[in-house]
């Protein structure tokens, strides 16, 4: 197969559409800080808190249960809360476990669009990755918060209109039958509907809590704002995963014998993995599936954007200001946010050389956040008791766990065997809800652990001096402020110092 040059063209295109999109939302940024005389890194990091209810729909894809507590306490990263109530060490390790869910995050999206390049448009596959990763290192760079949002605003209109218009074409080539006779009836191959095993149920359940929610709440003008743009989020995900569906089955249903193709399907050569792009080349016109890997393109430079400025927030406020050099100036921490930008683009996209699956990057990155991260915000956001000795050993435990109930997508055995298991080809399947008991888990020592603690500290029955995360010294548990009480303010200037280094509130959780 040639080089696709309409295909290139209209890939370089978008590029600069999205770029030029970008560096006009810096400029945007630059003139709203004039007017406003904000805080540069809030600016960067926040837009000032002043992404309103249209632009913040098209940004956010999730984070309902912590949208107002998080915003309302005007917390200017999700590590915030932790810095304020379990202190350096403890924030500092979970910051790092955010790094790296975010750095992981890169190669997910990545993946994809350079599996999608290689097959539509004979690009290599390196060369696909690396220009997507530049642009949207770049466009980050210039502009931050506000380049990030308006791109993907460019990027979401674009993912919807390309995916819905490859839909009719899918459904009308001549080489696939019709999906309500093939959904349960055994035509060129076997029914693609699939069986519902009774004891798989629970493995499906775990599947779904690991859902992939990237949070910009505390960019929102105000946390009812985050609300709404939560539940238009949750549904529009819905209504953005129709297309795909759509020409999978219609994949699934068509004889690919009869197509450019050939024999054998997809599925039987181990390709599976691949079945849009391959879809999209062999079932519909050349300048439909031009237009489709545009909406793959577009949705890989809008998550990838939104891990590398997740990744940026995280370092230079909690990691870098607070611990490293809380006497940095303004002008250094903007610095120290190009800067991870920039390494963690390259790291996570250095990272596709392996060419695993994008679904195991995707998984991995996924059962961090879901195991460490979503239980220790619940905590410190919902229970008052939960102090530093609480969530370290709740990271442990989780930690623990997991080890020893494996994980089969890096060839990690189970060493503990939970009930309802089997063995499958000589491999044992865990059945079980794996990752929840542990999530579980980790709450439940989290909470234990801290109620333990104080109680021993509070008694006096542990000395003083061995109270090395001076729980006992610290305030009594704060109740939630609202969102203008002088509490909370004084709270993130306890936080933050003068200069009020914010960072964005997009964190990667599975909940």
């Given amino acids: 197969m040639a080089l696709n040059i309409p295909g290139v063209i209209a890939m370089v295109f978008f590029y600069l559409l999205v770029l030029g999109t970008g560096i006009w939302a810096s400029f945007k940024s630059k003139n709203e800080r004039k007017k406003s005389e904000a805080d540069q890194t809030e600016m960067t990091l926040l837009g000032n808190r002043r992404i309103n209810l249209v632009v913040g729909i098209f940004t956010m894809t999730g984070g309902l249960f912590f949208a107002k507590p998080m915003r309302d306490r005007k917390y200017v990263t999700m590590m915030d809360p932790f810095q304020i109530k379990y202190g350096k060490v403890p924030t500092t390790v979970l910051s790092v476990l955010s790094l790296v869910v975010d750095t992981v995050w890169v190669p997910t999206t990545l993946i994809g669009l350079g599996a999608t390049m290689s097959v539509i448009l004979d690009l290599p596959y390196t060369i696909s990755i690396w220009i997507s990763a530049a642009v949207a ?112 089955t219609m994949a699934a249903s068509t004889d690919w014998n ?158 503990l065997h939970l009930p309802g298991s089997t063995v499958e080809d000589d491999v044992y399947i865990q ?23 104080s109680l021993l500290l509070d008694k006096g029955l542990v000395p003083e001096k061995w109270d090395v995360f001076k729980v006992k010294a610290q305030l009594s548990p704060q109740p939630m402020p609202p969102a203008d009480g002088a509490k909370g303010d004084n709270e993130n200037e306890k936080l933050n110092g003068n200069n009020q280094d914010a960072s964005e509130a997009m964190m990667s959780t599975r909940c």
């Fill in 137 to 248: 290192i770049t466009y980050t760079l210039m502009g931050g918060l506000y380049s990030v949002a308006y791109t993907d605003i460019i990027q979401l209109i674009l993912i919807f209109i390309s995916l819905w218009l490859c839909v009719p074409f899918v459904l009308m080539n001549p080489t696939s039958l019709d999906i309500t006779n093939t959904t349960f009836t055994n035509t060129s191959h076997v029914p693609w509907d699939g069986t519902l095993e009774a004891g798989s149920v629970l493995m499906l359940i775990d599947h779904f809590l690991l859902l992939a929610v990237h949070q910009r709440i505390l960019s929102a003008a105000s946390s009812n704002s985050a609300k709404i743009t939560c539940y238009i989020a949750a549904v529009n995900i819905i209504i953005f995963g129709i297309p795909p569906a759509i020409i999978g």
């Fill in 258 to 415: 009869l197509t450019s193709y050939g024999s054998p399907s997809p599925l039987e050569r181990g390709e599976g993995s691949m079945i849009l792009p391959i879809a999209l080349l062999h079932l519909t016109p050349p300048f439909i599936s031009i237009v489709g890997i545009g909406a793959v393109a577009a949705a890989v430079m809008s998550s990838t954007d939104s891990a590398l400025l997740s990744a940026a927030s995280v370092f230079s406020t909690n990691i870098y200001k607070q611990i490293l050099r809380p006497q940095a100036s303004q002008r250094e921490i903007q610095w120290v946010i190009r800067v991870t930008v920039v390494v963690v683009g390259v790291v996570g996209s250095s990272l596709t050389i392996f060419k695993t699956s994008a679904m195991v990057f995707w998984y991995i990155s996924a059962e961090f956040s879901y195991i460490f991260m979503f239980p220790q915000l619940v905590c410190v956001l919902f229970f008052s008791i939960s102090n530093s000795y609480g969530a370290m050993i709740g990271c442990l435990v989780g930690l623990l766990l997991k080890l020893l109930c494996g994980e089969p997508l890096i060839g990690f055995l189970p060493t």
């Fill in 431 to 453: 059945r079980f809800p794996v990752n929840t008991v542990c999530m579980l888990s980790v709450i439940a020592t989290i909470l234990l652990f801290s109620y333990l603690t």
